[in-house]
């Protein structure tokens, strides 16, 4: 038994999937409908994990239509809330082209005109990765520490 003290944390997880245009106005607004989501969920707008998520799709999803993009065929995002942790994917069709670099190496030159998307990636989320997706494509993964996020 627990002590009376522990607060009850939800075991269920909340789970919004969406397929967007691969072009930048599909980006943008795979960045609008997720605070949207994430207010519904109680998270709310300009909160800092809001925000937070809010430039990481808005990266992930220009990485996507900019790199990603195949002809007739669309990014999906996938975001998931659970009490610990809030998962971003964005997921393209192109898996041969993946970003350089991973989770904490990546680096752009100063006077590079590209390669700076990931460094926010990097800067802001907890973990980032790149998956194979079945049957094609890739996934870019972003997670966030709820709990180390609300202790700061």
Do not use: C
Not at 23 to 47: E, F, I, K, N, Q
Not at 106 to 125: F, K, M, S, W, Y
Request: charged share 25%.
């Amino acid at each position: 038994m627990r002590p009376a003290s522990t607060p009850r944390l939800p075991v269920t997880a909340r789970v919004f999937v969406q397929r967007f245009s691969s072009t930048p106005r599909g980006a943008r607004l795979a960045r609008h409908l997720v605070v949207h989501r994430l207010d519904t969920w109680g998270v709310p707008y300009g909160s800092a994990v809001s925000d937070t998520a809010a430039l990481l799709v808005a990266e992930l999803g220009a990485n996507a239509v900019t790199h990603g993009r195949v002809p007739g065929r669309d990014i999906e995002v996938l975001l998931r809330l659970d009490a610990y942790t809030l998962r971003i994917d964005v997921s393209d069709s192109r898996g041969e082209r993946r970003p350089t670099g991973t989770e904490g190496t990546v680096t752009a030159a100063p006077e590079a005109e590209q390669g700076r998307g990931l460094l926010i990636v990097d800067a802001l989320a907890d973990r980032w990765g790149v998956f194979d997706r079945v049957p094609v494509g890739k996934t870019v993964r972003a997670e966030l520490d709820l709990l180390l996020r609300a202790a700061e």
